[in-house]
T-cell receptor, first 111, second 117 residues
Framework: SQQGEEDPQALSIQEGENATMNCSYK?????LQWYRQNSGRGLVHLIL?????REKHSGRLRVTLDTSKKSSSLLITASRAADTASYFC???????????FGTGTRLKVLA | GAVVSQHPSRVICKSGTSVKIECRSL??????MFWYRQFPKQSLMLMAT?????????EQGVEKDKFLINHASLTLSTLTVTSAHPEDSSFYIC?????????????FGPGTRLTVL
């Protein structure tokens, strides 16, 4: 399969809680991006992390990258109902020069 | 920041007609653009790689005669869905690679929702 794996596939939490999503991939990468997609809408870019970076922050978002384990995680702190969306990781395959998307995590934040 | 636009954002067409979707890099040059398709509640699947001035390369299982790609300039790639059928209804997203960036960073357009009646 060309896709990376994300887990969990679905996550339901209460407002104010933290949400953690994980992404695993198979090949060497140059960078990895996280995107949000609201139902029926386009992609919203969240964070890009390069292969020589281990952690990156943007507001309530924290992304980590472990190239030795070929995995990344996205942490959303103090979640809000507006964070309800699907979240995808996309890895840049340095062998094929293509971005491959993960299967996605559907996050639901309950008010 | 790098911006990629798509036009139209939404299109509805009759079965058997052809539909053209444009993807533009607005503030950078992109010798390579990518086209993805997303079915409801699924992830994005790469369809093809569009190379400026040369033929596109298609992923396995994607019909090149059905999904015509033209990358005529450094800022524009078009995807034409020929003889569209209801099963072609999907969300089509393009991305463009900024050749000027060291890590070949890629930026995504907002997507085009195609509905074939």
């Amino acid at each position: 399969s060309q896709q990376g794996e994300e887990d969990p596939q679905a996550l339901s939490i209460q407002e104010g809680e933290n949400a953690t999503m994980n992404c695993s991939y198979k090949t060497s990468i140059n960078n990895l991006q996280w995107y949000r997609q609201n139902s029926g809408r386009g992609l919203v870019h969240l964070i890009l992390i390069r292969s020589n970076e281990r952690e990156k922050h943007s507001g309530r978002l924290r992304v980590t990258l472990d190239t030795s384990k070929k995995s990344s995680s996205l942490l959303i702190t103090a979640s809000r109902a507006a964070d309800t969306a699907s979240y995808f990781c996309a890895t840049f395959n340095s062998g094929t020069y293509k971005y491959i998307f993960g299967t996605g995590t559907r996050l639901k934040v309950l008010a | 920041g790098a911006v990629v636009s798509q036009h139209p954002s939404r299109v509805i067409c009759k079965s058997g007609t052809s539909v053209k979707i444009e993807c533009r890099s607005l503030d950078f040059q992109a010798t390579t653009m990518f086209w993805y398709r997303q079915f409801p509640k699924q992830s994005l699947m790469l369809m093809a790689t569009s190379n400026e001035g040369s033929k596109a390369t298609y992923e396995q299982g994607v019909e090149k005669d059905k999904f015509l790609i033209n990358h005529a300039s450094l800022t524009l790639s078009t995807l034409t869905v020929t003889s569209a059928h209801p099963e072609d209804s999907s969300f089509y997203i393009c991305s463009a690679r900024d050749q000027g960036l060291a890590y070949n960073e890629q930026f995504f357009g907002p997507g085009t929702r195609l509905t074939v009646l």
